[in-house]
Structure formats: structure tokens, C-alpha cells
């Protein structure tokens, strides 16, 4: 599609959380479309900002060290075309360990940034980053967008307000937004530093290091998985899509394996790295969902997305990439 590429050439874009996982993404495709592009990132050491996301595109774009949480947005939004929110808490873990910080975070900051572009920019398009957490355990498979939310963590319910303040902004201001429900992305760039952001990042590095990967519980567990190219994507064609405005979105994949078949997978492209079957640790047992994978009927049929890199594909550049920059990555 050419309409959603050339709408970014010499628009100014802002993206929150742009030093991490899928703000930097997007940025190096933003700078490939002719977009001006600033990135706020608070670098947060925990919270997975890397300057060395965006190396390559340094000198082709605006870098603002920030907290969302601080006055700052209300000059960063002045000016801006499109703002891709990013920026959030998003271990699930350390929303039950701290989660006062996480209410701070997924909730008071969208309000900050939504009173900011009220109060100065009222014509700025915002494209927010839920997630499929905020369902909870699904009633029925696969989840679409009318399932109930009942989530299980204390991140869910943040996301949840996080992913409503923009629709009301949306229906009552006039403040063009819409949220894009996402589920396992993988890819470059990802936080690998700590194994408290998913199971995706905890395998692939140990698959590398050739380490046993532990599987809780008997790894029948089945979820679906983007891969960071598809994901900017839809962000991408949300973002200059008038058809998006207020709804939110559901992103998922056909390539819907267990986590002992998505192991497997891994070890066949790694070359190396083992499995064991271990009990769920109680923490994490609390807040597992069981099986999750997404209808992406709705944004299909809305604005025409989905999904196009395999699984397999996916998992062989992600390790490639990682093979090649370990260094910037990996524990210290």
C-alpha cells in the first residue's frame, strides 16, 4: 500500500518510548518515509531504552531524555503531526511487585500526554500501544475485541485505563486516537538485558548462549506472535488512517505453536540450547492467562492489515541480528 507510506514524508512525528523495542522500529521505518522524527525516552535502565536502537539513524533524528510523567510533553506534542505512544511499564511481574509505579506510569502519564495535546495541539493523531494482557484468561479462542477484559495483573487494569483515556479523549475532544491491542512481538531491538518482559526474549538469549531454556508446566500453552516488521506496519497505517480513529485494534498472527513447539523452533534455528519442563513458579502461575490468540478480523476488514512474516523467518533474523550485536544487549 503507497497511500499509508507517502503520508509520512515531511510530517513531524513524536514517539514516546522511542529508545526501545518498538519506538525504535518504527523510527528507522519513519526515517526511511521522509518523516521528521523526534523520540522521548525517560532511559529508565529497567524499562529497555537503548541508544544504540537507533545508531544507524542518529543524525536522522531529534532524541529528548524525558520523563512522560514530567510537564515536558506540553512543548514536545506542539507541532507534532502524528504521536505513536509507546511509552508505558510493560512487565507484568513488576506491576504486582510495584504497583503504584505502574499506575503512575500506564495511567497518570496518558493523562499528562492527552491534557497535553488538549491543551496544545488538539490536531495531533495518536496511535496507543495496548496489549492483549488486558483480556485476562480468554473465555473463548480466538479473542476479539468484544471479549470482556477481566485481566489477571495489575498491569492489565493500567493498560486498560491507559487504552480508554485516549478513546475518551477521541469521543469528547475530538483528539484523533485509537489503540492497537498487541500480542507476542519479537524482533530486533528488544530488551534482553533482564527476564522480566516475557518469555520470548528469555528463550531466544539463552537458545543463543546455548543454555537450558525452562518451559513452565508442560509447554502445551499456545500463543500467536508478530514480528517487529509487521507490527510497525500497523502502527504505520493506523496512524494515516482516518478509518482507525477511536477504535482499537487487535494484532496476532496464524502462527499459533505451544511454547515446547515455539522452543523447538528455536533450538532447530539456534543451532544449539536445550529444554526442560519445570513447575510454574507460584508468582508467575497466579498471573498466567493459558492459552491466548487473537481475531484480527477487525483491523483486517478496517484498514486492510495483517501479518506477512512466518514464524520461522522471524526467529532466524531475530537471532541472526542478536548473534551480531550481542554485546549491546545482553547482561552486563
Known amino acids: 500500500m503507497t497511500d499509508y507510506r507517502d503520508g509520512y514524508r515531511h510530517r513531524k512525528v513524536l514517539i514516546t518510548g522511542g529508545l526501545g523495542f518498538i ?89 499528562s500526554i492527552l491534557e497535553a495535546c488538549r491543551h496544545y495541539n488538539k490536531d495531533i493523531k ?46 469528547v475532544y475530538g483528539i484523533r486516537a485509537c489503540s492497537l491491542r498487541l500480542t507476542n512481538t519479537y524482533g530486533p531491538r ?11 526474549t528469555v528463550f ?11 518451559i513452565f508446566g508442560d509447554g502445551s500453552q499456545k500463543r500467536d506472535y508478530n514480528y517487529i516488521d509487521d507490527v510497525v506496519r500497523a502502527f504505520l497505517m ?25 522452543v523447538e523452533l528455536l533450538i532447530d534455528i539456534a543451532g544449539n540450547g536445550a529444554y526442560q519442563l519445570v513447575p510454574f513458579p507460584e508468582d508467575k502461575k497466579r498471573i498466567d492467562i493459558g492459552d491466548y490468540y487473537g481475531d484480527i478480523d477487525k483491523i483486517r476488514r478496517t484498514i486492510g492489515w495483517e501479518p506477512t512474516v512466518p514464524l520461522r523467518d522471524g526467529l532466524e533474523k531475530m537471532v541472526s541480528y ?7 544487549y545482553w547482561p552486563r
Do not use: W
Not at 33 to 53: H, K, P, R
Not at 57 to 83: C, E, F, H, S, T
Not at 190 to 200: A, E, I, N, P, T
Open 126 to 171: 495518536i496511535v496507543f500501544a495496548g496489549t492483549r494482557q488486558q483480556y485476562g484468561r480468554p473465555l473463548y479462542l480466538p479473542v476479539d475485541e468484544k471479549h470482556l477484559m477481566v485481566p489477571v495483573d495489575v498491569n492489565g487494569i493500567n493498560k486498560i485505563a491507559g487504552e480508554q483515556y485516549h478513546i475518551i479523549y477521541n469521543n
Open 322 to 328: 542478536y548473534r551480531k550485536y550481542k554485546e549491546h
Open 238 to 262: 493506523c496512524g494515516a488512517s482516518s478509518l482507525a480513529d477511536g477504535e482499537v485494534f487487535n494484532l496476532g498472527s496464524c502462527d499459533v505453536v505451544s511454547h515446547l513447539a515455539f
Open 23 to 111: 519506538g525504535s522500529n518504527l523510527a528507522h521505518a519513519l526515517v526511511e518515509l521522509g518523516a521528521e522524527v523526534t523520540l522521548v525516552d525517560s532511559m529508565i535502565d529497567e524499562y529497555g531504552g537503548n541508544l544504540f536502537n537507533i545508531e544507524s539513524i542518529k543524525d536522522k533524528v531529534r532524541v529528548n531524555i524525558a520523563d512522560v510523567r514530567g510537564p515536558g510533553m506540553r512543548y514536545l506534542v506542539r507541532g507534532q503531526d502524528i504521536l505513536f505512544n509507546l511509552a508505558g511499564q510493560v512487565s507484568h511481574i513488576d506491576s504486582m511487585n510495584d504497583p503504584y509505579t505502574d499506575l503512575d506510569i500506564n495511567c497518570r502519564s496518558q493523562l
Open 204 to 214: 531466544v538469549r539463552r537458545a543463543i548462549d546455548g543454555e537450558k531454556i525452562h
Open 190 to 200: 528488544q530488551l534482553m538485558k533482564h527476564d522480566r518482559q516475557g518469555f520470548v
